[in-house]
């Protein structure tokens, strides 16, 4: 595709509930990234992704959280049990080199959690 | 793991002045420092970068300085114009790959 794709563009979701978001990337970047960015807030670093591997997942919030990556493309961040202070917009990015260069985002994913 | 700090966090600028925004990072592995511009309601997007074995990379009105020594670096705009108004973010890679982001710069230009 022309850019990164995410989807859904906004989900509105009761708290405790289930939500998979999902990361088109640059056909052919090796490097995908996931960011949270809370209103008014910076970017938080969640997880990366070299090929289908991620190297750290440290940044993941807590054990609700999850991310996976499938033939070096899709990728799906998944959050279980939502709370409301998950409620923020989240970004994937891709790179086609890695090394944390040239990332383009896509529009993001933005979560309500009532 | 990397911690990048900016300042100021809000920067109003008359049209036509400059502006700068400066950032710190911790990690000496650091080698890639980027700097994105989001304006309201849209995605970050890159507009410069630096490699760590540069001081110095200017395009047009924008221009980034690095001290390694010091772990800083600057983003300077000159000649400010109202679409330069956006949350300016700065990034450092550290040894780890993750691109770690500064908390961001929200610069108002009066017309």
């Known amino acids: 595709g022309a850019g990164v794709s995410q989807s859904p563009s906004n989900k509105v979701t009761e708290k405790g509930k289930d939500v998979e978001l999902r990361c088109d990337p640059i056909?052919?970047?090796?490097?995908l990234y996931w960011y949270r960015q809370r209103l008014g807030q910076g970017l938080e670093f969640l997880i990366y992704?070299?090929?289908?591997?991620?190297?750290?997942k440290s940044g993941l919030p807590s054990d609700r959280f999850s991310a996976e990556r499938t033939g070096e493309s899709v990728s799906t961040l998944t959050i279980q049990r939502t709370q409301q202070e998950d409620s923020a917009v989240y970004l994937c990015?891709?790179?086609?080199?890695?090394?944390?260069?040239?990332?383009?985002f896509g529009s993001g994913t933005q979560l309500s959690v009532l | 793991g990397e911690n990048v700090e900016q300042h100021p966090s809000t920067l109003s600028v008359q049209e036509g002045d400059s502006a700068v925004i400066k950032c710190t990072y911790s990690?000496?592995?650091?080698?890639?420092f980027p700097w994105y511009k989001q304006e309201l309601g849209k995605r970050p997007q890159l507009i410069i970068d630096?490699?760590?074995?540069?001081g110095e990379k200017k395009d047009q009105r924008i221009a980034v300085t690095l001290n390694k020594t010091a772990k800083h670096f600057s983003l300077h705009i000159t000649e400010t114009q109202p679409e330069d108004s956006a949350v300016y973010f700065c990034?450092?890679?550290?040894?780890?790959?993750?691109?770690?982001f500064g908390a961001g710069t929200t610069v108002t230009v009066r017309a």
């Open positions: 990034a450092a890679n550290g040894g780890d790959y993750k691109l770690s």
């Open positions: 990690d000496s592995a650091s080698n890639y």
């Open positions: 630096i490699r760590s074995n540069v």
């Open positions: 990015a891709s790179s086609p080199t890695g090394g944390g260069e040239k990332l383009f």
């Open positions: 992704f070299q090929g289908n591997s991620a190297p750290d």
């Open positions: 056909s052919g970047h090796t490097a």
